[in-house]
Structures are given as structure tokens and as C-alpha cells.
């Protein structure tokens, strides 16, 4: 059974930085690319950022290009969201997500994955 675990949110300054995790079990992971998704108040869900199984290639979406960053650690089984220079839009539940298969792409999307974590709150306020 696949698990995901997010972990690290919180409530934090304007310019501040956190760093979420997802612990992974119940599959291969270091077989599957992952990704994390984030849902605002009162919006539809939003594409962060992925990340291949062997980290070679990362995306990230324009609004948070050059602010966070995605790594991974196979060996624990961990994913992770380094987020710096947090904004008030950066105000959401933060998810991490599960591509469907090994040969998934690191695609922009919200809608291919098939196991989600349960999400952790953060909050960008003064």
C-alpha cells in the first residue's frame, strides 16, 4: 500500500524559508519520479514542481522558479521541497504526488497522479 507523509509546514515570514519532506513507502521509490502540488485557499490545484527517479532532470513551475527547490534521497526513501524567499501566495496545502509508473515523464499536471500524501498547511504571513 503506497504511503506518502508530508511533512515540515508551518507559518512563516514573508522571505522566509521552510523545507517540507514526504516520506515514501509501500513502492519502489527509487524507481518513480515524484512530484509536489499545492492547493490555495479557495483555488484548484497547482503543478510545483518534479522531479525524475534518478534526479537528473527537475522542473518547476514559473511562479516558483529560482525560489524552491526539489531533491530527492532514494536511499531514505524521502522527497523534499526546499522552499526560500516564501511569499503570502505561497500560502497553501503542499502535497506531494506519485507519477503512475516508472516511465512517466516529469509532466505538468494535477490530474495524472495516482497516490497522493495527505498534505501539510503553510502559511506566508507577517
Known amino acids: 500500500q503506497v504511503q506518502l507523509v508530508e511533512s515540515g509546514g508551518g507559518l512563516v515570514q514573508p522571505g522566509g524559508s521552510l523545507r517540507l519532506s514526504c516520506a515514501a513507502s509501500?513502492?519502489?521509490?527509487?524507481?518513480?519520479?515524484m512530484s509536489w502540488v499545492r492547493q490555495a485557499p479557495e483555488k484548484g490545484l497547482e503543478w510545483v514542481s518534479g522531479i525524475s527517479a534518478d534526479s537528473k532532470s527537475t522542473r518547476y513551475a514559473d511562479s516558483v522558479k529560482g525560489r524552491f527547490t526539489i531533491f530527492r534521497d532514494n536511499d531514505k526513501n524521502t522527497l523534499y521541497l526546499q522552499m526560500n524567499s516564501l511569499k503570502p501566495d505561497d500560502t497553501a496545502v503542499y502535497y506531494c504526488?506519485?507519477?503512475?509508473?516508472?516511465?512517466?515523464?516529469?509532466?505538468?499536471?494535477?490530474?495524472?497522479?495516482?497516490?497522493w500524501g495527505q498534505g501539510t498547511q503553510v502559511t506566508v504571513s507577517s
Open positions: 509501500g513502492f519502489t521509490f527509487r524507481l518513480y519520479p
Open positions: 504526488a506519485k507519477y503512475p509508473s516508472p516511465a512517466s515523464p516529469v509532466a505538468i499536471t494535477t490530474t495524472a497522479f495516482n497516490s
